[in-house]
């Protein structure tokens, strides 16, 4: 069992930036990535960003490729994703996900589906 939980969300204006912070605990040798995802309201849960719990990798919706930046601290257990010029219709609630099944890194892993473990989420909001 991987247990995580976001934290950083709030309200941003437009241009600023923002950092959210996702801590893991439990079985975190288990993890094999990391991502990041977000529903706005209205819409259905969409994949933000990735990254390969031991080699970094990472991977990026178009839509914030650029803009955001995921990153980890492995002796922490945390991954981040920093959010510089977000844009109003980056407004979502943005959560953190765990893949602990066998992941080589050499595919894309950007639905749902994918992912293993969850957390609760956390509200960001950009202002015009």
């Known amino acids: 069992q991987v247990q995580l939980a976001e934290s950083g969300g709030g309200l941003v204006q437009a241009g600023g930036s923002l950092r959210l912070s996702c801590a893991a605990s439990g079985l975190t040798s288990s993890v094999y990535a990391m991502g990041w995802f977000r529903r706005a309201p209205g819409k259905d849960r969409e994949f933000v960003a990735r990254i390969h719990w031991n080699t970094g990798d990472t991977d990026y919706a178009d839509s914030v490729r650029g803009r955001f930046t995921i990153s980890r601290d492995n002796a922490q257990n945390t991954v981040y994703l920093q959010l510089d010029s977000p844009e109003p219709e980056d407004t979502a609630d943005y959560y953190c996900?765990?893949?602990?099944?066998?992941?080589?890194?050499?595919?894309?892993?950007?639905?749902?589906?994918?992912?293993?473990?969850w957390g609760q989420g956390t509200q960001v909001t950009v202002s015009s």
């Open positions: 996900a765990a893949r602990t099944r066998y992941y080589s890194g050499r595919q894309y892993i950007r639905r749902p589906a994918e992912y293993d473990y």
